[in-house]
């Protein structure tokens, strides 16, 4: 347990050499790295958890960092549609157009590709931010209003759809297979810096993205320190803002208004389409204008001496308590404060999880036909689950209901198909148990909740009649 921890921790920091990267090129083979730092994430998560309860924060919330997870799923199981164009075009700009070839074990070609991969991460980053059409996609990112380790789980799915084309110029020198690694391993990189527990980190803050530099980013407006692993491009490049004080404000400026994962997903693009409607000119450069409509305008510079500069002293320790938040962060009503309900979307939350783990794991002996069944699965899951986040409306209840018998009935045909073939038999026997316990917990989730909600509504009558028999007595004395 404790090799398998100190393994993924080594990957979460960079921590695989060119020789490890060559041996698994030479057999033509890539790590499952995502599924090796699951484990990792949930304990780097708790960890945090409690230190942020030792320095008086309040790190999560339940409901944004569900929203979180599910959009992170979501992303993980959709963006597989895309994986297939991604890797096809940088492999034929290898085979046709490279331009040198260096050994794979090299640690010169090991750091070119970690500065490669890293400046294409940069501007990736940075037009993502620049232009609306892309902001639909990397927004999802941008959308937690709680910043922690859980946020930098929070993706969105349309990224994936153009992001491979900033990654294609380092397919002139990094064969395939490096590249993967290295793409890999920039990603899980970013995931320790999403968090406020941890202050400046001195001389590290020169060269290397930190919890510091990416809260500047988070916290809005947010367009600056747009690097994965290094923060050296943002200062060469003059995009860099240094933290005076931790903020406990994030988030988008037009706040989402549900948790609601595939809303979330289209909801810049819907702001887009509403401009649309209410524009009256709809000729061909009125629509070639949307797809180069700027949100952010940054200067192009070249500014190699900044890399040299001291980064400025903070106004205020970065390890102490962050000035307090000054806006209302999204929630749900009051039923989703009971601790049944609390439990159930807990309960929800680990089958969405394991549907994304065993989607990953058995990818390949899936055909196409059941990949597409387990994302549609997952897609009306997190939706609901998101929208039960919001409260339990009448919609939702009647949504979670049916999705509930559904599910049921899915998961009892599916284990009599298995009786032909036996390549998911255990999966679907413990798909069918947890349908059952899914349907038995939100029956009893739906009237627990009620009466938890009569009864304190009860209290509130009760409460307000003793008040203005209170008031009655002091009037008359």
Sequence with gaps: MLVEAAKAMRIMFYGVGPQEMAEHAEAEHVPAYLLHAIPLFVLMMAAEFLVGLAQGKVVYRVNDTIASVLLGSLQTLVGSWFTFVNVAAYAFIYEHLHIVEVDPASWTLWVAAVLGVELGYYWLHRTAHEYHVLWIGHSVHHSGEDYNLGTALRQGVLQSAYGFIFMLPVALYVPPLIFAHHKALNTLFQFWIHTTVVGSLGPIEYIFNTPSHHRMHHRPPGNCNYGGVLIVYDRLFGTFVPEDEQKDTYGLAKQYTTFDPVWANVEHGRRMLANIGRNKVHDWRFYLSLLTKRRVKHKMVVRPLEILKPIPTPKRSLWGPA???????????????????????????????????????????????????????????????????????????????????????????????????????????????????????????????????????????????????????????
């Design 323 to 477: 000035r307090p938040n000054t806006r209302t962060r999204l929630d749900g009503d009051t039923s989703t404060r009971s601790f049944t309900f609390k439990l159930y979307v807990a309960y929800l939350l680990v089958g969405a999880m394991l549907l994304t783990v065993v989607t990953l794991s058995l990818e390949s002996e899936f055909d196409w036909l059941e990949i597409m069944c387990a994302q549609l699965l997952g897609f009306a899951n997190f939706c609901i689950l998101g929208r039960l986040l919001d409260g339990l409306t009448p919609l939702t209840t009647n949504l979670n209901t049916g999705r509930v018998l559904v599910l049921l009935c899915i998961t009892s045909w599916l284990r009599t198909m298995s009786l032909r073939d036996h390549r998911f038999d255990k999966i679907l026997e413990y798909a069918q148990y947890f349908a059952a316990l899914d349907a038995l917990f939100w029956f009893i989730t739906v009237r627990l909740t009620a009466r938890e909600a009569s009864f304190e509504k009860d209290v509130v009558v009760v409460a307000a009649g003793s008040a203005s028999k209170s008031d009655v007595k002091s009037k008359s004395i």
